[in-house]
């Protein structure tokens, strides 16, 4: 079975500063050249909301200052300048093969 | 504007069976193509339970495969989650949501979740 682990488990990160998270998959699936990768935030007490799709792609809504990056086992969040309201912790979601999604472990991010 | 809403029992004993239940409002069920569940054991991450179709398609992960069943009515505009021998281990805030049309990992809309505890 696929395994997708996310680094660091968590990170504390000075105010205005960057935040990059790792998600790596032990197995590249990519129908129609497609990266089928999801990155979500939660905060606690509320369910997940969705950030990036597409592993590149942000959802309505969502600050610029986040963004994605990589392709086929490697991806990367990037917040290009920390918030207050961006504590939270951060999980990946990967497409693996029909029908068949996994989460990474999460990432907790705080302040530093 | 849809919304997403979880119901069911909040407590389970051990080896029974838990019947979740997640009614959607705001536009028809069968107006959109997939639908799905996750879980949340406390303090822990986030675990894709299954995906339903509105047209009845399934798919399962498959480490609960064959303890889960996930089911659409579109008569009634909600979608269900049963997973059957439930232990401690099962213990979770449970969520229903929905994938959106462009991509199979897009969870855009999200229930509030329910707490499902497995204790005797």
């Known amino acids: 079975d696929i395994v997708v682990t996310q680094s660091p488990d968590s990170l504390a990160v000075s105010l205005g500063e960057r935040a990059t998270i790792t998600c790596k998959s032990t197995?590249?699936?990519?129908?129609?050249?497609?990266?089928?990768l999801s990155w979500f935030q939660q905060k606690p007490g509320q369910p997940p909301k969705l950030l990036l799709y597409w592993a590149t792609a942000r959802a309505s809504g969502v600050p610029d200052r986040f963004s994605g990056s990589g392709s086929g086992t490697d991806f990367t969040l990037t917040i290009s300048s920390l918030q207050a309201e961006d504590v939270a912790a951060y999980y990946c979601?990967?497409?693996?093969?029909?029908?068949?999604?996994?989460f990474g472990g999460g990432t907790k991010v705080e302040i530093k | 504007h849809q919304q997403l809403r979880e119901s069911g029992p909040g407590l389970v004993q051990p080896s029974e069976t838990v019947s979740l239940t997640c009614t959607v409002s705001g536009d028809s069920i069968s107006g959109h193509d997939f639908w799905g569940w996750v879980r949340q054991p406390p303090g822990k991450g986030l675990e894709w339970i299954a995906n339903?179709?509105?047209?009845?398609?399934?798919y399962y992960n498959p480490s609960l495969k064959s303890r889960a069943t996930v089911s659409v009515d579109t008569s009634r505009n909600l979608f269900s989650v049963r997973l059957t021998s439930v232990t401690a281990a099962d213990t979770a805030v449970y969520y229903c949501?929905?994938?959106?049309?462009?991509?199979?990992?897009?969870?855009?809309?999200w229930g509030p979740g329910i707490l499902v505890t497995v204790s005797s």
């Open positions: 197995l590249s699936y990519k129908p129609n050249d497609v990266n089928h």
């Open positions: 979601l990967q497409y693996y093969t029909s029908g068949a999604l996994t």
């Open positions: 949501a929905r994938l959106a049309t462009y991509s199979v990992t897009a969870f855009d809309i």
């Open positions: 339903v179709l509105s047209s009845g398609n399934t």
